[in-house]
């Protein structure tokens, strides 16, 4: 496993453990190598598809990079933003999101 694939993992896991905790009910896809999403969460009387990111990045207003050439249409249909720094953790909802061609940024420089 690629430590990429080692960091992406372990958010997933953090994340899980993060909505649990909060008794928000998460879903686990059986597969998720075809999906734009990495969880699904119960919350506000519907299901919300999350995405869960890593970055080393940890200034204020920090991007996410993407490996990918459409951001914005990949995820399109994410609900929630997980991300994940060294040293901090970040839901964000999508329209707290922006997005560029090739990262994810919040739009907001405080939590």
């Given amino acids: 496993m690629s430590e990429n694939s080692w960091k992406g993992a ?7 453990h993060w909505f ?3 008794q928000i009910p998460v879903f686990v ?3 998720s190598d075809h999906h734009n999403f990495d969880l699904v969460i119960w919350k506000d009387d519907r299901l919300q598809k999350v ?3 890593f970055t080393s990045d940890e200034r204020e207003g920090f991007t996410v990079k993407v490996d990918t050439q459409d951001v ?3 995820y399109n249909d ?3 933003f997980f991300i994940e ?3 901090n953790l970040y839901v964000l909802k999508k329209s707290d999101v922006k997005f560029t061609k090739t990262q994810i940024k919040p739009c907001v420089t405080s939590f």
């Fill in 85 to 87: 720094t060294p040293t």
């Fill in 29 to 31: 896809p059986v597969t």
């Fill in 51 to 53: 995405q869960c990111k």
């Fill in 10 to 16: 372990q958010t997933v896991a953090t994340a899980i």
């Fill in 72 to 74: 914005e249409d990949k």
């Fill in 78 to 80: 994410i609900d929630v």
């Fill in 20 to 22: 649990t905790i909060r």
